[in-house]
């Protein structure tokens, strides 16, 4: 499974600026859908909770893809998404959380989102709203795995925190590419980040099982 999931992967890649567009189409959604099966088919009976909210953020964002790879443009449909995806990841990382400590980490994460949201602001337009909500989203994602990183250090814990920061590293790209200034290989840039963090974090689970 996990060799046809990157090949898929390397497929729409490659497609983003080769073509054809079938295969563009075909290929960005599936590999997120089995991901989805197999966190579902590998259950953690020590962390059932942490497995249930990883499987459901993997499927929302199934949902996300196809929204934002449709000709039209439903930025804004597969921005709500993904901010229930992260919302779900968040949930999930805070089921590994004993101690909410250090207290100064999430004025971390606060301040760094709202540097970053303003310096893209001037461009966002009628966007701000659903981006600002989304800043909220994975912020709070991010948090949480380096919170549960902080309270006990483990592979599970570590892959986590890895992936919630190339999904933010992802996630800045699509936002520069977008609401600042586009690049050739961004979209590359940022499906290959995308794909990596969601893989890592369906590997923190099938790792526990």
């Known amino acids: ?16 600026s080769r073509g054809p567009r079938w295969l563009f189409y075909l290929t960005k959604p599936i590999p997120a859908a089995l991901l989805t099966i197999l966190v579902v088919n590998s259950p953690s009976t020590v962390y059932p909770d942490y497995t249930r909210y990883i499987a459901l953020g993997l499927a929302i964002s199934v949902m996300g893809d196809i ?3 449709l000709p039209t443009d439903k930025f804004r449909q597969g921005l709500i998404c993904f901010l229930v995806a992260q919302v779900s990841y968040g949930y999930a990382f805070l089921t590994r959380i004993n101690s909410f400590e250090p207290l100064w980490l999430p004025i971390m994460f606060a301040s760094v989102g709202v540097i970053v949201f303003l ?11 659903f981006v ?9 994602m991010a948090c949480n795995a380096t919170l549960a990183w902080f309270n006990v250090t483990t592979p599970l814990t570590s892959m986590a925190m890895i992936a919630a920061y190339i999904f933010i590293m992802s996630d800045l790209v699509l936002a520069i590419d977008r609401f ?10 940022v499906m290959f980040t995308y794909y990596t963090a969601q893989s890592l974090f369906a590997l923190s689970v099938i790792w526990a099982a």
């Open 132 to 140: 600002g909500s989304y800043f909220v989203g994975i912020l709070f």
């Open 119 to 129: 310096l893209l602001l001037p461009n966002m337009g009628k966007d701000k709203w």
């Open 180 to 189: 600042r200034s586009s690049s050739a290989f961004s979209r590359h840039v």
């Open 1 to 16: 499974m996990w060799l046809v999931i990157i090949c898929l992967c390397l497929a729409h890649i490659c497609s983003i």
């Open 67 to 69: 929204f934002l790879m």
